[in-house]
T-cell receptor, first 115, second 112 residues
Framework: GAGVSQSPSNKVTEKGKDVELRCDPISGHTALYWYRQRLGQGLEFLIY????????KSGLPSDRFSAERTGESVSTLTIQRTQQEDSAVYLC?????????????FGEGSRLTVL | KQEVTQIPAALSVPEGENLVLNCSFTDSAIYNLQWFRQDPGKGLTSLLL?????REQTSGRLNASLDKSSGRSTLYIAASQPGDSATYLC???????????FGAGTQVVVTP
């Protein structure tokens, strides 16, 4: 596609439920990032995928968070047993990858509200 | 651990004035530095990217400088317009792959 696509754009869920957020990167981009942005705060790194290399999961805040990416395409971020503090905008970004300038292109984000 | 700081946190200027936004980072061993714009409720839009070997980048009314040795970058926006109102974020990447470390951003308001 022309840009990074994320779905759903908005998700309201009840505490304790599981949620899945989807990111479709720009075609040909081998690198994919997930960030979290809580209300009024900066961007918090969650996870990074680069091609077929092992992902950098160092930013995942707890074992309730996981992410998958199939090849160099779609990625899914899953949050299990959601808590109110998980409420945030989850942003996905992609870039061409290694040996590239490193310029990132962001999606519009998925706004998660946990009641 | 790389830390990125942006000062000021908020800035309000009348239309037509030049904007100066500052970004500092603690580890000078960077691969690149990027400036982004974020409008309320939206994702981030890339404005300028400066490679570690470069001193500045320009795009239209925007100019970004980079001084790696002092760990600083400055974004200049000439002749500000109300449409420039947004939050501006800088981010540092330490290698050709890997995460970007973001600053908290500077919220800019340009009044007509």
């Amino acid at each position: 596609g022309a840009g990074v696509s994320q779905s759903p754009s908005n998700k309201v869920t009840e505490k304790g439920k599981d949620v899945e957020l989807r990111c479709d990167p720009i075609s040909g981009h081998t690198a994919l990032y997930w960030y979290r942005q809580r209300l009024g705060q900066g961007l918090e790194f969650l996870i990074y995928f680069q091609g077929n290399s092992a992902p950098d999961k160092s930013g995942l805040p707890s074992d309730r968070f996981s992410a998958e990416r199939t090849g160099e395409s779609v990625s899914t971020l899953t949050i299990q047993r959601t808590q109110q503090e998980d409420s945030a905008v989850y942003l996905c970004a992609s870039s061409l990858g290694q040996s590239d300038t490193g310029e990132l292109f962001f999606g519009e984000g998925s706004r998660l509200t946990v009641l | 651990k790389q830390e990125v700081t942006q000062i000021p946190a908020a800035l309000s200027v009348p239309e037509g004035e030049n904007l100066v936004l500052n970004c500092s980072f603690t580890d000078s061993a960077i691969y690149n530095l990027q400036w982004f714009r974020q409008d309320p409720g939206k994702g981030l839009t890339s404005l300028l990217l400066i490679q570690s070997s470069q001193r500045e980048q320009t795009s239209g009314r925007l100019n970004a400088s980079l001084d790696k040795s002092s760990g600083r970058s400055t974004l200049y926006i000439a002749a500000s317009q109300p449409g420039d109102s947004a939050t501006y974020l800088c981010a540092v990447q330490s290698s050709s792959w890997g995460k970007l470390q973001f600053g908290a951003g500077t919220q800019v308001v340009v009044t007509p």
